[in-house]
């Protein structure tokens, strides 16, 4: 699979149904499940292996510390799990 720049990411995520408020900048789609942002492979992992009834999981802007933010002072944040309604919580916290 090769990465693929779109125009609008904005209608990307909509389509994989990730909330306005979790985008980020990039988008993947594994096994059925969308992951935006900056999401830790682990986190990927656990979604994979317990499998829940999701969209999939996002990791709001590009916040410090985060997976590829390394370089950047480390600031908390969380990674949301996106039900299937559309709405969103938290399925992980770091540097809390």
């Known amino acids: 699979m090769k990465p693929e720049n779109v125009n609008n990411p ?3 995520r909509a389509q994989y149904g990730i909330p306005y408020a ?3 900048c990039h988008t993947a789609i594994i096994e059925g499940y969308a992951i935006e942002g900056h999401v830790p492979v682990k986190e990927i992992k656990r979604l994979l292996a317990e499998r829940p009834k999701a969209r999939g999981l996002a ?3 590009m916040p410090g510390g985060s997976p590829g933010m390394e370089s950047s002072p480390s600031e908390p944040y969380d990674v ?5 309604d ?3 919580t938290i ?3 770091y540097g809390r």
């Open 10 to 12: 904005d209608t990307y």
């Open 80 to 84: 949301f799990l996106v039900l299937p």
């Open 22 to 24: 979790l985008g980020s």
């Open 59 to 61: 990791v709001a802007g």
């Open 86 to 88: 559309g709405r969103y």
């Open 91 to 93: 399925y992980a916290r």
